[in-house]
């Protein structure tokens, strides 16, 4: 009998993590989240799925987090049917303003904890001919003032998925563009905006909460869920690739569909 597909799955708490970690609770399978927090709708959903899901709470560029991942990977049979990572944090700033500090600490969390998770868990992955999905976004190949430090690490995480992908062939790798989705991450922004974006910028994110342009995260949380679950084939056109998903290539696996 074959053994349960596992999932990994990083940045659990809110947004797209949560409400791709509600998809997988609905399928057979284990799952092993991590959150910097648990807040209080994450918290209903490890209560209720204690033998299910193994969560561990901390700063997910700790690699002791990725140490404790890999070591409940090989405790359920050491094999890993598809790596989430999706992580991500926007300060916003002019680049003469950041100090190099903020820039190691935002690559440490943006990049390095998905290198470093990654890296260990290559042989699992492998034993499943699994698939490792990144959190990209439009901002790494679309420069934008104030938002050095965030486009970076995206574009790096971009280049990281395409040389995996080489060096990799029994493991299919993605980074995927959500797009602008109604997240704790598009409040922090708005926030942030006067540190640095131009006053274009700062109006066209005004507009996207004012007009309820931002998706709903459960739209891209269904591609990345359709895509990670081992019964979907991997589209072979897309390993390695920055995909967005609104991506004709990537309809059928959005099966969230907004009103």
Partial sequence: MPSEPIYVITGASKGIGLETLKYLVEVPGYIISVSRTIPEELSKILNANTSKIAHFCGKVEDPEISKMVIRTIEEKGGK?????????????????????????AVFDINFFS???????????????????IMLSSGAAV????GWSIYCCTKACVNMFAKVLSLEQSDIKTIALRPGVVNTGMQEEI????????????????????????????KEPASVIFNLAIPENEFP????????????????????????
């Avoid at 989430?84 to 700033?93: M, R, T």
């Avoid at 679309?142 to 003032?145: E, L, R, S």
């Avoid at 072979?236 to 009103?259: C, H, Q, R, W």
């Fill in 142 to 145: 679309n420069a934008k003032n």
């Fill in 190 to 217: 708005r926030k942030q905006m006067k540190n640095g974006f131009t006053k274009e910028d700062i109006e066209k994110f005004k507009n996207y909460e004012k007009n309820k342009e931002l998706k709903d995260p």
């Fill in 80 to 104: 890993l049917n598809a790596l989430i990572l999706n992580v991500g944090i926007a300060p916003i700033a002019p680049i003469d303003k950041i100090d190099a500090d903020v820039w190691r």
């Fill in 236 to 259: 072979m056109e897309l390993n390695g690739e920055f995909v967005s998903i609104d991506d004709e290539k990537l309809a059928k696996f959005k099966t969230f569909k907004p009103e």
């Fill in 114 to 132: 998905m290198v470093d998770l990654a890296q260990r868990a290559i042989p699992y992955l492998k034993k499943a001919k699994g698939r490792v």
